[in-house]
């Protein structure tokens, strides 16, 4: 029950900024309301029972809660601090916006935060990201966080090369990205297996394969629609070699077999034996 029966003056009493000036006629759930002067000059009405308990301590100036809400601030629920209340409510409870230790934001009703349903901006049911300063990968030493970008994680890597590049974590992770890209650029050198800057992979892929504009069906020669003969030429270390032209498409075909003789067969007998010489020293 109420304490409207005793003789409890409170008057002159302190709470907080608060002063009580006195008794009103008013009473709520049985107890005395009183009247109550701020330091900064405003006045409020609270109750016994709020005053004693000092659930408020000032008229709203500083807690910036309405009078007779419960102020939180600074108080801690898990990862959250309260900062301060919205103005808004959820069924009849005050939203506070609360700073997560993260660094992030949320908004939270009281009645959540008080009864440990809220204790994180979210993060708590998120998994970390993980720290890869330091870190190898292949080639690529991780220097920094590079922020997020389509729900990936971003590094920023500093590559063996001396080049730098910013690599997403399931990449890294899988091991799809080791390099800048200088690693794939040397296996297909390596792949071309080139000399004097002419790819023996590409020169034999030359002397077997048409390419899609030839209509004569042998590599090398074509028609020339102008003059109505049939031109042979080779391309050669980045030279192409003019063979003729040729009335007959055989004869075109032969001196472009002629040009592979003299120029393509030497230099692929040549690289044959180097690599027989370096296979034997090994």
């Not at 939180?72 to 506070?96: C, D, K, N, Q, Y």
């Not at 050198?189 to 000399?195: F, G």
């Not at 472009?256 to 027989?276: D, H, I, M, N």
Request: glycine share 12%.
């Amino acid at each position: 029950m109420g304490h409207s029966g005793k003789k409890l003056d409170l008057t002159g009493q302190r709470y907080g900024k608060l002063t009580v000036a006195g008794p009103t006629e008013q009473r709520k759930n049985g107890y005395t309301v009183w009247r109550c002067r701020c330091d900064c000059g405003g006045e409020v009405l609270l109750d016994t029972r709020r005053l004693r308990r000092e659930t408020v301590t000032d008229c709203g100036c500083t807690s910036k809660t309405k009078p007779g809400q419960r102020d939180i601030s600074g108080m801690r629920f898990g990862r959250l601090t309260a900062v301060e209340p919205t103005g808004e409510t959820v069924h009849g409870s005050t939203v506070w916006r609360c700073r997560c230790d993260c660094g992030g934001e949320v908004r939270a009703p009281l009645r959540q935060l008080t009864a440990g349903y809220r204790k994180s901006c979210g993060c708590l049911g998120r998994p970390a990201k993980k720290n890869y300063v330091g870190r190898r990968f292949g080639r690529l030493t991780v220097t920094a966080y590079a922020g997020k970008e389509n729900g990936m994680h971003r590094w920023r890597c500093q590559c063996d090369c001396g080049k730098e590049t910013v690599v997403g974590q399931t990449l890294l992770q899988t091991g799809k990205t080791k390099s800048c890209g200088c690693l794939q650029s040397e296996i297909y050198r390596d792949n071309l297996k080139l000399i004097d800057g002419t790819s023996v992979t590409m020169l034999g892929a030359t002397m077997n394969r048409l390419i899609a504009s030839n209509t004569s069906g042998h590599t090398g020669v074509y028609l020339n629609k102008k003059s109505g003969k049939w031109v042979a030429q080779i391309t050669f270390k980045g030279k192409t070699h003019y063979l003729g032209a040729y009335t007959e498409l055989q004869e075109a075909v032969k001196a472009r077999k002629r040009g592979e003789e003299q120029l393509f067969e030497p230099f692929l007998a040549e690289f044959a034996v180097s690599t027989a010489q370096d296979a034997a020293a090994r």
